[in-house]
């Protein structure tokens, strides 16, 4: 699979985070969203900085007035009420070389630009940050763990019924590699999760993907149908001519066992190109 060289797809927006928090930001006086709420509106209602009742004040958070601790605001709010500083805080517990936790996150958010470029950083990046290996190791076991939430809403069995989990799956999977992963989620008859698996690593622009090998996988698994995606870690999410004639070959291979290919999804950074949707993908 070769990186692809036209604009990328508008498809699929994963995630909007803002940029660094301007000077003496505080918190929105924003409503929390009623019940039942879209993502979106939850997003949008969630506020992105705050700072403490004096800024300039590096005293530990112990003493704030209670009110304002991250924790007990969660506990009275709920978690999205808070601030991603805020949230911050609570997953790092303390701060670093004299500053509070809130401010250790406000400062790692600047550095990185937004909270997925925090969470997708290397180790080596946080050099000088102030965040030593202990937080390092927290924030990647947040960001595993809500990899495998999503995961075991696919073993529910709401591939099909919310689609939107599968692409958010896999963005956490696959979209900060730095090399194309190619991977495969092979689904019952009731298109619920048999397992998600990573069958092919290449470069930073091409995998070698073997659609003999795709197959006799789905055998083993006794797989139904099947989902195929990858990643383009050039950030173009537009498929190439590689990947077009590649899908074909997939889905010759998978149709001797009577397995369709449901999709075949690519994950450029945030954007996600669906086969399926854009009508690439042909009749199963």
Partial sequence: MAAPEGPASPAHPLSAVPAAPPAGATRPARSPPEAGASTAARTAARPRWVSPPNA??????????RTERPRERLFRCGAGALADAELLA????TGSSGVHAVELGHR??????????????????FAG???GDAKFAALQAAVELARRSLGEE????????SP?????????WLRDRPYEVFAGLFLDAQHRLLAAEELFRGTLSQT???PREVARRALELNAAAVILAHNHPSGLAEPSAADDALTRAL????????????????????RCYSFAERGRLGAP
Avoid: C, M
């Fill in 56 to 65: 300039a004040d590096t005293a530990g958070i112990a003493q704030w007035p």
């Fill in 90 to 93: 609570l997953t790092l517990r």
């Fill in 108 to 125: 790692l958010l600047a550095r990185f630009g937004s909270v997925r470029g925090l969470l997708a950083a290397p180790r080596a990046a």
């Fill in 129 to 131: 940050s102030g965040l």
């Fill in 154 to 161: 696919l073993a529910a069995g709401l591939t099909l019924g």
């Fill in 164 to 172: 939107r989990t599968v692409v958010e799956y896999l963005a956490l």
């Fill in 208 to 210: 070698a993907v073997y």
């Fill in 251 to 270: 889905k010759a291979a998978l149709a001797q066992l009577d397995v369709p290919v449901l999709d075949h999804l690519i994950i450029a950074g945030n």
